[in-house]
C-alpha cells in the first residue's frame, strides 16, 4: 500500500474518531442545554431531539437493535401500562415510545463508539476528562451563563452541579485508569477538591467511590487515620465554622437536616416509595404514576412549609422511583443494580493492580458507569429520561462476567479470539489494545 493512501486512511480514522467523540459529548449535554436554555420540564425532550437527529444520521448505516436488559425494560413498562390503564394511558405511551426510541438511536451510537480503536477511544475519554473539568471550573466561576443559567447555582450546560457530576464521575473514573502512580491519585485528589469547592454531595459520592477503586486497603486506612487525627488537632469546633461542614452536615441528618429542602425531599422519597408498595400489595403505582399516593409525614411537611408538593414524581433518586412504581419487581431491579455497581467495583479493583484479563478502554468505561451509576439509584436521580441512564442499560448488556464483551456477530467473535490465541500471552495489562 502507497503512503499516500496509508496516510488517507489513517486521517480518515481520526475524523471519525472525533466524529464520534462530538456526537458523545452531544448526547451527554445538549438534552441539558435544552432543558435549560428553553425551560422544559425535565431533559426528556432535549434527549428525544437528539435522539431522533441520531436516527437520522444512523439511516441506512446501522441496524436497530436493543440488547437483552433494553427489550426487559420495555416489556416491564409495557405490561404496567396494560394492567393498570389509567387515566393518564396517553401520557404513559408516550413515555414507552420516546423510551424505546431513545434506546434505538443510542445503541446506534453506542456501537460505533464500540468499534473505535483502543488508542482512539483513551483519547476519547481524556478529552472529555479536561473538558468536564473545564465545565466544571467555569460552573464556579460562572465566567459562561448565558440565558437562563444562573451563576454560581448552574453549572452550563448543566442545571446544577449534581446533574454535572453524574456526568463527570463515570468519566473521571474511566480516566483515572489510563493513569499510574501520583498522576492517578494526583488526577483523583483533583475531582475531590471541585467536589469540596463546589460542595456537592452527589460530586462527593463520586469521589470517594473513586478512592475506593485506585488506592489499596493500608492507604485508605491510613488516610481515614489521618483525617481522624487532623480532626482532633484542629478540634471539632473548628470544623464546624468551615462553609462545607454546614452544607454536607445539612444534607446527611446532621442537626439542622430538618430545614433543609433537599435532605427532606430525600426523605420523602424513600416514605412515599413505601407507602405506594404497601398500599398496592407489593405491585407499586404503575409507570409514571408515582406521586399518586397518599402523602406521607414528611410530604405533608414539606407541602406546609414551602406552600406546594415538591419532588412527588421524581422521589429524588432513581431507586425510590422504582420501587414506588414496579413495587417489588422495582426493588429486585435496584438490587439487581447495586448488585451490578459492586461486581463492576471489584473488576476495577483487579484493573488498578494489573490482574484483569482482557480489559479495554471501551470495558473500563462501562465498569465505571455501571459503578457510579449506583449514586443515582441512592442519591440523586435524574428520573427516567437521562442520557447515563440509557449508557448504563447499553453496558450492562455488554459486559459478561468474564469481562469478554458480548461479540455482536461471528465475525467479531472471530477478531476478538484471534488475537489473544495467537499471542504468547493472554494477559493483557489495562493500557494494551485487544
Given amino acids: 500500500m502507497s503512503l499516500p493512501m496509508l496516510k488517507l486512511i489513517v486521517t480518515s480514522s481520526q475524523r471519525h474518531s472525533v466524529l464520534m467523540g462530538l456526537l458523545l459529548l452531544g448526547f451527554l449535554t445538549v438534552p441539558h442545554f435544552v432543558f435549560v436554555y428553553f ?10 431531539a437528539y435522539a431522533v437527529s441520531l436516527l437520522l444520521l444512523y439511516a441506512g448505516r446501522s441496524r436497530l437493535r436493543l440488547n437483552t436488559t433494553q427489550w426487559g425494560i420495555l416489556g416491564i413498562v409495557t405490561t404496567s401500562i396494560l394492567f393498570y390503564r389509567g387515566s393518564d394511558l396517553s401520557r404513559q405511551l408516550l413515555s414507552l415510545a420516546v423510551m ?15 468499534r473505535q480503536s483502543d488508542r482512539a477511544l483513551r483519547r476519547i475519554v481524556k478529552c472529555f476528562f479536561f473538558l468536564l473539568l473545564a465545565i466544571g471550573i467555569n460552573g ?20 446544577e452541579p449534581s446533574h454535572f457530576a453524574l456526568t463527570f464521575c463515570p468519566v473521571a473514573c474511566a480516566y483515572l485508569l489510563q493513569l499510574q502512580g501520583w498522576r492517578r491519585l494526583g488526577a483523583a485528589g483533583l475531582c475531590l477538591a471541585m467536589a469540596l469547592w463546589y460542595p456537592n454531595t452527589t460530586f462527593l459520592a463520586g469521589c470517594v467511590l473513586m478512592f475506593l477503586v485506585i488506592l489499596r486497603a493500608w492507604l485508605l486506612l491510613f488516610g481515614g487515620a489521618v483525617l481522624a487525627l487532623v480532626g482532633a488537632y484542629v478540634g471539632f469546633q473548628e470544623v464546624e465554622r468551615l462553609p462545607q461542614y454546614e452544607y454536607f452536615a445539612s444534607r446527611m441528618g446532621g442537626q439542622e437536616a430538618d ?20 398500599g398496592t400489595y407489593g405491585l407499586g403505582v404503575g409507570f409514571q404514576r408515582f406521586g399518586r399516593e ?20 421524581d422521589g429524588s433518586n432513581l431507586g425510590t422511583k422504582l420501587i414506588g412504581e414496579f413495587g417489588l419487581l422495582g426493588a429486585m431491579a435496584t438490587a439487581l443494580m447495586v448488585l451490578r455497581a459492586g461486581w463492576s467495583f471489584f473488576q476495577l479493583r483487579k484493573l488498578c493492580r494489573r490482574k484483569l ?16 451509576f449506583v449514586i443515582e ?3 440523586r436521580g435524574m428520573s427516567y429520561f437521562n442520557p447515563m441512564l440509557y449508557l448504563y442499560c447499553y453496558s450492562v448488556g455488554r459486559l459478561t462476567p468474564g469481562l469478554a464483551r458480548r461479540p455482536e456477530s461471528w465475525s467479531e467473535a472471530t477478531a476478538l479470539v484471534a488475537p489473544v490465541v495467537s499471542a504468547p500471552n493472554n494477559r493483557l495489562s489495562p493500557h494494551e489494545s485487544r
Avoid: H
Avoid at 146 to 151: E, H, L, N, R
Avoid at 357 to 366: E, G, K, P, Q, Y
Fill in 140 to 159: 464556579k466561576l460562572s465566567l459562561l451563563a448565558p440565558g437562563a443559567y444562573a451563576p454560581e447555582i448552574t453549572v452550563f450546560p448543566f442545571y
Fill in 259 to 278: 430545614d433543609n429542602l433537599t435532605y427532606l425531599v430525600y426523605v420523602q422519597g424513600w416514605e412515599q416509595a413505601r407507602i405506594a408498595v404497601s
Fill in 377 to 379: 439509584v441512592f442519591f
Fill in 357 to 372: 484479563v482482557r480489559a479495554r478502554t471501551i470495558d473500563v468505561l462501562f465498569l465505571s458507569c455501571a459503578l457510579m
Fill in 294 to 313: 397518599p402523602a406521607g409525614e414528611t410530604a405533608d411537611r414539606i407541602e406546609s412549609r414551602y406552600g406546594v408538593p415538591v419532588n412527588r414524581q
Fill in 39 to 48: 425551560g422544559q420540564s425535565s431533559v426528556a425532550m432535549g434527549l428525544f
Fill in 100 to 114: 424505546a426510541l431513545i434506546f434505538f438511536a443510542a445503541n446506534c451510537l453506542f456501537r460505533d463508539l464500540e
